[in-house]
């Protein structure tokens, strides 16, 4: 127990450093993760074969291997064909990559559960394409997206751990460089495993709050009956 | 599929029983309070700790066997034992949990002695001296740690020479990466200016890639580097400093070393007593 | 070239693949077993039990993969477990982190199978564990199947991370050969095909039980 508050109170300034990069890494790769699942998600729905064939292929490639893999590519692999990148800029990249793969799919399956009667009503009542897609299919879609991307988010979020192996200074390379210092291995990768659990669960929490008010109607995210006391919201999977 | 509940509840059963007991008796490992060299001899295998993939003192071949001046000397060593050799593939920045838990009998790896791991393990007489280099690329070199100031280096975890960069040059980068391969990589591809490790390493790296550019002298004093293995082991200590003795005395060190470096030992091993 | 060079080691392919083969099966019959008994438990089982799985399951899914794997292998160390391999370190966490997944998805299942069956089966006389047995996890089974297939998948990739800790998989492999011969994206490349031709024929019969499950 002493080791614990020793380590915690020696290293709390690499933690945070840590947290932040987790935070700031995170955030820019779900950014470019979006865009690419929009995009991603327009080409699967529209008539050209090339661009659904290639969103379908790009899709299969990163729900097949691992991300581990494709952070290697990206950082230790890409510069023998020309595309040299920082460890950050990597992680970013690899995060929005292989987020981007999985929320094709997510948005995909969510603009296709939106029923068919509200494009044909649209079509009715003389909306353009893009009107119908910015005023009506958009704001039901988000909908029901919301729950799992938000999942999406917070799986990036644990996936970042896995870019120590590149170098970058996030919690868990923070968390290693410490143990190896202090030998406390123990004490240490447990703060690193509480200072994840508070991320998630604080963004979590965040994300259903905002749910409430960024929707009209307010977006309650549908909670399980059967269990006893619920600690936590239940994340939708992604 | 099988619908019978029982036999699978049966099944899970004795699958999480077989679970702790693989997980819970350490098949291997003995205590690492007893004797080792007596433990070694019964088995008849010493379980030698690697660092795999630091050429060329210990690398995968294409048939997926260890080869390299460290293997050569611990076959060496499974000779004078008269046993057979395991070579145990460890992390750099775990060599010496692996040492406290049993999961190896002694640690090559060219380990330097430090007064801090002393605290923890225990060090034979040196193998190999090598001294500290800093490698950079051809066309921007870095001839010394003060040049590292505002640079990038990329360092191995569980090394010392961290901390050694930021006494010298405070406002460098440390890029801490998993393996020594790594950092050459690190630094052939431009994501850091410049790498530290030890000089036989990083000389062998720039000798198989011309477009490196390593310090000549070594930036600090000489390491030691030796074999580590876990405290209170007097026996097992003896005999790895009597094998070593042999080893340099008999000119085999040398040799091997020239085998696999190509060059005569800079620092040679001549004990005289 | 560098496609002859790569074909010439091929048996340190081969041994990085019989090296995911056999720690993803293990795992995945471990965490499939643990899992699923959890899952039940939590469905079924008394309050307060269910409130420590509970705690357990928001653990190991609320943290990363990485990070409980490194403390099973660098704490057993701390707190004196001797000789826990890079193996028996991965077994264990992936058993945990996938296990916490897959009870989930049984539980789920579990809970989605129609009430009136359970009633039924109460008024029939049944005890709790017959019911389980003979009612409800044989229709659960056909809507877990599709979920837990997923995971398998997502196991096989998470087994990537036992390179970190010296295991020798595909990816360890992959890292020994291009650290020997170089052309670090072309070696990659060839791993990832390796990934890809283990986890795609999981993903085209997760597909089909998808399908499958909604015709029925």
């Known amino acids: 127990m002493n080791d614990f508050y020793y380590v915690l109170s020696r ?140 999942g999406q988010f917070l799986q990036m979020v644990l996936g970042s751990s896995l870019l120590s192996v590149i170098g970058l200074t996030e919690i868990t390379g923070q968390a290693q460089l410490i143990s190896e210092e202090t030998f406390m291995s123990m004490p240490t990768f447990i703060i690193a495993l509480l200072a994840y659990l508070i991320l998630t669960n604080v963004i979590s929490l965040c994300a259903t709050v905002a749910g409430r008010f960024l929707f009209k109607p307010p977006l309650h995210i549908v909670q399980g009956r059967m269990n006893g006391p619920r600690i936590f919201p239940r994340r939708a999977k992604g | 599929m ?272 | 070239m560098v496609w002859a060079q790569i074909w010439e080691s091929r048996v340190q392919i081969l041994v990085g693949l019989e090296g995911t083969v056999v720690i993803s099966a293990i795992a995945l019959v471990t965490s499939t077993l643990f899992g699923g008994l959890v899952g039940i438990f939590n469905a079924r089982g008394p309050r307060a039990l269910k409130w420590f799985l509970r705690i357990y399951i928001e653990i190991f899914r609320g943290s990363p993969l990485l990070a409980q794997l490194l403390i099973v292998y660098f704490g057993s160390a701390y707190l004196g477990f001797d000789g826990v391999t890079a193996f028996m370190a991965v077994v264990v966490t992936l058993t945990l982190y996938e296990g916490a997944y897959i009870s989930e998805i049984v539980r789920s299942g579990l809970e989605a199978v129609p009430r009136g069956q359970e009633e039924a089966a109460r008024t029939v006389g049944l005890g709790t564990f017959q019911r389980l047995r003979y009612v409800l996890l044989p229709q659960a089974i056909r809507i877990i199947m599709p979920a837990l297939v997923g995971q398998w998948i997502s196991l096989v990739k998470d087994s990537a991370l036992s390179s970190i800790v010296g295991y020798s998989d595909l990816i360890q492999q992959g890292q020994a050969i291009y650290a020997r011969i170089g052309h670090p994206f072309a070696v990659l490349a060839v791993i990832g095909v390796a990934y890809f031709l283990i986890c795609s024929p999981l993903t085209m019969l997760a597909r089909r039980l998808d399908r499958r499950r909604v015709r029925t």
Request: charged letters at 15%; aromatic letters at 10%; a neutral charge.
């Open chain 1, 11 to 150: 290293y709390l300034p690499m933690f945070l450093e840590g947290m932040k990069t987790t935070a700031t890494v995170s955030v820019f790769g779900f950014l470019l993760a979006f865009g690419i699942g929009l995009a991603g998600a327009a080409a699967r729905q529209s008539n050209s074969r090339i661009a659904a064939a290639i969103a379908g292929v790009y899709v299969e490639v990163i729900r097949n291997t691992p991300m581990l893999l494709q952070i290697f590519i990206i950082y230790f692999g890409l510069p023998s064909i020309g595309l040299k990148f920082s460890n950050y800029q990597a992680a970013i990249i690899a995060l929005g990559i292989s987020g981007g793969g999985y929320l094709i799919e997510i948005f995909r399956s969510g603009f296709a559960a939106i029923p068919r009667g509200q494009r044909e009503a649209a079509n009715t009542l003389g909306l353009s394409p893009a009107d119908t897609y910015f005023s009506v299919l958009l704001p039901q879609a988000m909908r029901i997206v919301y729950p799992p991307t938000v």
């Open chain 2, 2 to 273: 099988t619908r019978n509940l029982i036999d699978f509840a049966k099944l899970a059963v004795a699958g999480m029983a077989l679970c702790v007991a693989v997980v819970s008796s350490p098949a291997q490992s003995q205590e690492s309070s007893s004797d080792i060299l007596k433990k070694v001899l019964e088995r008849g295998t010493v379980r030698v700790g690697e660092c795999m993939g630091l050429a060329p003192f210990a690398v995968y071949n294409a048939s997926n066997e260890p080869e390299g001046y460290d293997i050569d000397i611990a076959n060496e060593l499974g000779t004078g034992l008269g046993v057979k050799v395991e070579i145990v593939n460890v992390d750099p920045a775990a060599r010496i949990p692996s040492l406290e838990t049993g999961k190896v009998d002694v640690v090559f790896c060219d380990t330097t002695r430090t007064l801090d791991r002393l605290k923890r393990v225990s060090f034979t007489d040196t193998y190999d001296v090598t001294g500290t280099v800093i490698m950079s690329a051809k066309d921007t070199p870095v001839n010394s740690l003060a040049e590292l100031e505002g640079k990038s280096v990329a360092i191995v975890k569980g090394t010392p020479y961290g901390d050694l960069v930021k006494k010298a040059a405070p406002t460098a980068e440390v890029i801490s990466f998993n393996s020594p391969a790594d950092i050459v990589t690190a630094v052939k591809q431009g994501q850091a200016t410049a790498a530290i490790e030890n000089s036989a390493f990083l000389n062998y790296a720039a000798k198989l890639d011309p477009s490196f550019h390593v310090t000549s002298d070594s930036v600090i004093e000489l390491y030691y580097n030796s074999f580590a293995i876990p405290q209170g082991q007097p026996n097992w200590l003896a005999f790895l400093n009597e094998f070593i003795f042999e080893l340099n005395t008999s000119g085999k060190n040398a040799a091997l070393y020239k085998k696999w470096f190509g060059v005569e030992p800079p620092f040679p091993l001549n004990p005289k007593f």
